[in-house]
């Protein structure tokens, strides 16, 4: 049985404490919500995104410590990123995230360095809570699609 | 504990599970319940001995089967004191028994306007349909508040009853373990001419449940919380109401006759019964029935009394100001469900490391979101006791916090 330190690692349990890029952002800004129906969580995605960059990103909303720190941490990846390498980090994590082997990374994305989101490997062994990992990921998807239609 | 309580652990095989060498603490119970080994050894005799189809073929297994069959039938009804044993329906689930209300009696009887009251504490399942019925024929729906520790707020009850056709409330809180007043609130109903649906899927498995006493119209209650199998729910309605409603599935076993113009209806109970039903699932209730029944349903009330107070005190004496329980404090009027906030830590976390001591609780918003926004909190934790529990599985639950609360302290 995998411990809770595979699950809680130091640097998840920091994001989870003091987390990054707290708060919202004004229109035009895009705004995205996330639910987590098995456990109530929200997120709330703000993305500024301007000459072809995620200039700024907010995350506010709700949860445990996964879903908070994954946000965390999500944010301070993407920050600043083009908008295409932003899609190859989250290809990448989400590929982290999955239980089985999938092909659906690019060719590209071998490039990008996951830096601090690697200590959410440990999540994968407890499968209940990967949904927990991967709600502002999903929402931060919605809001790129709807900056960039 | 009394003795007797001590021993009927030994009923529950999965008690004696032991997860990474410790033993299982299993306070999830309002969630689903463990299934005694009466339940199991009915079901398995069925299928390894009797297993047949019922209500339409002659050989005598067929037989054996119906008998069997209908014999739950009759120890449910006995069992909840209806007056007639055909009043009771059996369902996929408490859910289905709920939505089978609002989808014959509603539609037959509810148009645009017409006022359906219900309380803040229902589960999704008494709250959805309505909505449903909202968006399909503009009824309106009004809600009895609560009160501050988690009772309903009957002040205005009369006000909220006016012009109401149904009052459709749960005799027992999921969340915050309330017992509400179900007598009172039926004959408060019917005063203002409305019709009385009891939820009872939390109180009928943790105390005397009797329709008649009660006054209810309608009582939905699930199999699975009560020792029973999963995959079966009771509906028990008056037979006036059942007989004058339509039906709802169309199909098999519900019907007097089909032509190529049109059908008619099976008398009760088979009228709601479409397509097979849960036969082995259906034995399984009747042999848990039987088995909370020798126990005694106000034993099992008193244990659970005990095991409330046991825990409550502990929570409150070992954690202090680090713990809010939400709902009443008066024992009276709650059972052995305790919905709470431990620190500023998310349910998910706490559950997480709970299950590191195998101390099974359930972290979430419990089916019952717009209680929950009025708690102010997206999710709680909740651990719920059943006949089983004992003082050393709240000293579990007690000992696997404090394992939580030092393993999330900054260091």
């Known amino acids: 049985m995998p411990g809770l330190e595979d699950l809680y690692r130091e640097i998840i349990l920091d994001h989870y404490r003091s987390p990054r890029n707290r708060g919202e952002l004004p229109p035009p800004a895009v705004r995205t919500e996330g639910h987590n129906p098995l456990c109530g969580d929200e997120i709330q995605v703000y993305l500024s995104v301007d000459s072809g960059l995620v200039s700024d990103v907010k995350i506010s909303g709700q949860g445990c410590s996964i879903s908070q720190s994954s946000a965390s941490m999500m944010s301070a990846a993407v920050k600043g990123k083009p908008i295409a390498e932003v899609r190859s980090i989250v290809r990448r994590f989400k590929s982290m995230m999955t239980l089985e082997e999938e092909e659906t990374a690019e060719a590209d994305d071998q490039n990008v360095k996951l830096g601090d989101l690697e200590a959410l490997q440990g999540v994968v062994k407890f499968p209940v809570r990967i949904k927990c990992a991967t709600l502002a990921w999903n929402t931060l998807l919605q809001g790129l699609d709807e900056a960039t239609a | 504990m009394s003795k007797d309580f001590a021993n009927l652990r030994q009923d529950f095989p999965v008690l004696s599970r032991v997860i990474n060498g410790k033993p299982l603490v299993y306070l999830d119970s309002a969630n689903t319940s463990q299934k005694p080994h009466v339940v199991i050894d009915a079901m398995t005799d069925f299928l390894e001995n009797g297993y047949a189809p019922i209500n339409r073929s002659a050989y005598q297994m067929a037989a054996e089967a119906t008998d069997l069959y209908e014999g739950a039938r009759t120890a449910v009804a006995k069992f909840i004191n209806a007056p007639n044993a055909n009043e009771v329906i059996f369902t996929k689930n408490a859910t289905e028994a709920l939505n089978l209300i609002v989808r014959t009696w509603g539609i037959a009887n509810l148009s645009h306007g017409d006022v359906v009251v219900l309380t803040h504490m229902e589960h999704h399942a008494n709250i959805v349909p309505w909505h449903m019925l909202v968006a399909e024929r503009g009824i309106v729906l009004r809600f009895i508040p609560l009160t501050s520790d988690g009772q309903l707020d009957l002040s205005n009850l009369d006000a909220l009853l006016t012009d109401a056709k149904v009052l459709s409330f749960t005799s027992m809180s999921n969340v915050l373990g ?9 004959a408060a109903a019917h005063r203002a001419g409305a019709i009385a649906i009891v939820d009872g899927c939390q109180s009928v498995p943790h105390m005397a449940t009797d329709v008649q006493d009660m006054g209810a119209d309608f009582l939905a209650f699930s199999s699975h919380k009560m020792c029973g199998p ?12 059942l007989d004058a409603m339509p039906p709802f599935m169309g199909g098999g076993n519900m019907i007097a006759d089909v032509r190529l113009d049109g059908f008619t209806c099976a008398e009760l109970p088979a009228k709601y019964e479409a397509g097979t039903p849960p036969i082995t699932e259906a034995i399984g209730l009747g042999a848990a029935v039987a088995y909370l029944t020798k126990i005694g349903m106000h ?19 070992r954690f202090g100001d680090d713990i809010v329980i939400h709902g009443p404090t008066n024992i009276e009027v709650r059972g052995a469900t305790h919905s709470f906030a431990f620190k500023d830590l998310h349910p998910h976390d706490v559950s997480q490391v709970l299950d590191q001591s195998n101390v099974c609780v359930r972290a979430g918003h419990h089916c019952a979101k717009p209680l929950m926004r009025l708690l102010g909190a997206n999710a709680t934790v909740r651990a719920s006791f059943y006949l089983y529990n004992n003082h050393q599985d709240a000293d579990a639950l007690c000992d696997a916090l404090e394992q939580a609360s030092e393993f999330f302290s900054p260091s």
Request: proline share 2%; glycine share 8%.
């Open chain 2, 178 to 186: 309330t017992i509400n007043p179900s007598k009172f609130l039926c």
């Open chain 2, 230 to 241: 999963s995959g079966l729910g009771v509906l028990w309605g008056r037979q006036q109401l």
């Open chain 2, 299 to 317: 034993n099992i009330r008193a244990h659970e009394i005990d095991l409330a107070t046991y825990s409550m005190n502990q929570l409150t004496q």
